[in-house]
């Protein structure tokens, strides 16, 4: 099984509608982010929690939230989805005592997900 | 605005050839700087690092340059192998906190 598990791993969803993306995680770690993918722009931080208790904004958090169930879990919804929210979508986690020169970070496969 | 850049989208290489990449950076507060390669349908997968303290990292075909001064880092993957064709994303952070990606680069090796 993959230490970050992305579900669905695709979806076709109707303008808004709500979504939930979901991730879940073997490794242990305390963090985990979540970060879109588009054409030209890269991945860029939407969501990240550095625990349970402790969820920040990102760069492009507006029309997103998220809920950090369990240290292994950490779900994305998108409560009216509109097409500009298209993207593959990519969740991680890192362990905090990790230096930032170790990589650190381990990624699901990521979701990809269409608005129409 | 984006923090960290990645000029060129692609790039095509020779097989055997020297492929280089290039990332610019805005922000000094940065303290490291890795590259990630990434497949199609697969999440990004960490390739090399390296800490601010330092303007070189060697690992295996794979060497990464910081210029601080230029705020430049640049990624250099010799001999190329078609394996290499990926997208590859310079990212930084600061203070061991989140990731700050570049819009990434196509590479494809030419055999």
């Known amino acids: 099984d993959a230490d970050v598990t992305q579900t669905p791993r695709n979806r076709i969803t109707k303008t808004g509608k709500r979504i939930m993306l979901e991730c879940s995680q073997t490794?242990?770690?305390?963090?985990m982010y979540w970060y879109r993918q588009d054409p030209g722009l890269g991945l860029r931080l939407i969501y990240y929690s550095f625990d349970v208790k402790d969820i920040n904004k990102g760069e492009i958090s507006d029309g997103y939230s998220v809920s950090r169930q369990a240290q292994a879990k950490f779900s994305l919804s998108l409560e009216s989805a509109i097409p500009n929210q298209t993207a593959l979508y990519f969740c991680a986690t890192k362990a905090a005592n990790t230096g930032g020169a170790s990589g650190g970070y381990t990624f699901g496969s990521g979701t990809r997900l269409t608005v129409v | 605005d984006q923090q960290v850049k990645q000029n060129s989208p692609s790039l095509s290489v020779q097989e055997g050839r020297i492929s280089i990449l290039n990332c610019d950076y805005t922000n000094s507060m940065f303290d490291y700087f890795l590259w990630y390669k990434k497949y199609p349908a697969e999440g990004p997968t960490f390739l090399i690092s390296i800490s601010s303290i330092k303007d070189k990292n060697e690992d295996g075909r794979f060497t990464v340059f910081l210029n601080k001064s230029a705020k430049h880092l640049s990624l250099h993957i010799v001999p190329s192998q078609p394996g290499d064709s990926a997208v590859y994303f310079c990212a930084a952070s600061a203070r061991n906190e989140k990731l700050t990606f570049g819009t990434g680069t196509r590479l494809t090796i030419i055999p």
């Open positions: 490794k242990g770690h305390d963090r």
